[in-house]
């Protein structure tokens, strides 16, 4: 099984330690971070989806034009756009890209923010409808004929799409959620299942319950997971980097008048938070205090140490199952060099020589 990395590129330069400045669709930026994680070896780049960001599906294509060999990760939220709309404009850009295109669906888990775009749907309502969405996406996609479709939330009469994507049977379908409706969904429609970087345990457990609901169709799903790493020439210098970033983290927050964060209505950050609350520093090296200080807003849980003991780590997740890593750091164009330059590289020829000696014992 080889393994995958994912990077990330926001429309402009901001973390938890950097406030966004500037234009909000900054094109050199943009075109600046796909070519970092292009030079560093990423597969792909995830761009992200919220309420009020600027549109992932515009972002990725200007991002995949920048960056020639990089592919993209393209954040979707399902309801916002017919399934048959969707269905062709990312076999389009597909055909754009020559088959650099992914999809991560994300069905939403904040009442709040769903209403800014008009969602009124309870949680569970939600991943039905994107249950229900994801079936027609998939027969567009497939379909070489005209269908019908009267469903709970859709109905077309005769739909079809011209532009068929280069990759087949179809795109890639990353789906993430932790809730027990995201779960049922996730074993019927993810060819890859994405959660955030928890505890060995919990992400063992969670993998056996993707598998055991993807069963039931005869499906084989990936598993990704996402992290933070923080690297250092040794690991006393990795801790004491890790503690200068939660020291600029409360200090942006109390620049900005944020004060204790609200409890997150979302199952992968409460369990983020959870984790948390077994400590700050978990397994090997799992680094929990921003997910803490922060309200597990996202993908903030972090590995720490050397890049040999970081790579140790990612191996530690490998033989789980895990074989796509999705790694962003907090200073963003910075750290994407430093993972391309000590940290993929490694991790990729651990899992080469992890998978030289499965074969020899197969023998």
Known sequence: MSVEFIGYVPSRHSSEIFPPAGAVVDRAYIE???????????????????STSPESLLIAAYAAWAAPALGV?????????????????FATLDQLTGGRTAIHIISGGNDAEQRQD?????????YARTDEYLDVLRAIWTSREPIDHVGHYYRFDRAFAEVKSVQQPHIPVFFGGSSDAAIAVAGKHADVYALWGEPL??????????????????????????????????EAKAWVRAEAILARVREVRASAGLGAPAKPANIGSQRLLAAAAQGRRLDKRLWTAVAAETGARGNTTALVGTPDQVADALLDYYELGVSTFLIRGFDPLADAAEYGRDLIPLTRKRVAERIRRSAHAAE
């Open 201 to 234: 345990a919990e992400v063992r457990d969670t993998i056996a319950r993707v598998r055991a609901a993807a069963a039931a169709y005869g499906r084989y799903p990936r598993f990704s997971v996402s992290f933070r790493p923080i690297l250092g020439e040794t």
């Open 32 to 50: 600046a971070s796909a070519r970092a994680h292009e030079a560093a070896g990423f597969d792909r780049a995830l761009v992200a989806f919220h």
């Open 73 to 89: 990760m393209i954040a979707h939220r399902p309801g916002f756009t017919t399934p048959t709309l969707a269905a062709r404009q």
């Open 118 to 126: 008009g969602d009124y749907l309870s949680h569970d309502e939600r």
